[in-house]
């Protein structure tokens, strides 16, 4: 059962990993694309994000 939970915790912290780079990602979008939509959208986007 250990080996099991520590497979489990791995796979979890892989998957935090994983989830922390995509709004790292989104972030960066908002940031330097912000040209590429309307401007109205300014707001909307990052309470969205």
Known sequence: ???E???L???ERWM???RI???V???FQLGVLRDEY???Y???VWLTT
């Open 5 to 7: 939970l520590a497979r």
């Open 25 to 27: 990602f989104a972030l």
């Open 16 to 18: 935090a990993w994983v």
């Open 1 to 3: 059962m250990t080996n």
């Open 42 to 44: 300014g707001t909307g």
């Open 38 to 40: 309307p401007g109205n």
């Open 9 to 11: 915790r791995d796979v």
């Open 21 to 23: 780079g995509g709004v």
